[in-house]
């Protein structure tokens, strides 16, 4: 079990207080170095979220012949998609909704002096959609193939549980060492679109030091571990920085 530290930009001297348990395991890294540089993107694939099966009523179809639930229920309170699996809102046709969270490495320029050092982040979401009125204020733009579903024109809140390991901790800033793991925000803005058949489109291209100056700094040796990659609704008011917000999408594979 790994202990998590939910991570707000805004009072860092605070995050430490709030530790939760989580038993995510970090399987991927992202190194943004003066001498290495991974040059690999970390993409993750997003797609809807869903309650686990805590009280079975069905089965699943062989060789998977596993106990399941009928119908099945996503996490999120307030956010849908059109062809959310399996047709849970009745479309049957290809998927419009598609998903990713995008971690690039951005080295740095030994020949100047300048910390120039980062990691690119992208987030893209599409076919968002309210679950009728769900966000009053934020749900007014109403689609035709579905209008139970409006588009979503609030924020998302798309975090990632990180572990860093670095040259820079101790009392000088130059200990090799590892911290405890934390949770990342980063907040995605919704915008309706003027077609009737595609929900809101959910965008956010940052990067690690426009969100926390100084998080990344060259010539440390420095590896972010990223996993659960998450994005979660924007809750009731519609905004990423207030609690409560529930799973909206998490990585992961869609098949049709």
Known sequence: MFRTVPFRPSTWALAFAAVA??????SSAVYATQTYNSSKSNTANMRPAYK???????????????????PPLGTSSYLSVSSAPPDTNGDVGPTKAIGSVQYTPIPGDPTTPQNEADIAITVKLTDVRCKGNSVPGFCSTANTDFAGLPDYSGQLNAITTTRITDDRNGPSGSDPGTVIDFVFPVTVTCTANGNTNLGSTCTVATTVNAVVPGAVVERKNTAWELAGNQVQDGGADGTAATAPNTLFETEGIWLR
């Open 21 to 26: 348990v989580t038993a995510l395991t970090l």
């Open 52 to 70: 686990p099966c805590s009280a079975a009523n069905n089965t699943h179809a062989a060789p998977l012949s596993l106990p399941s639930c009928s």
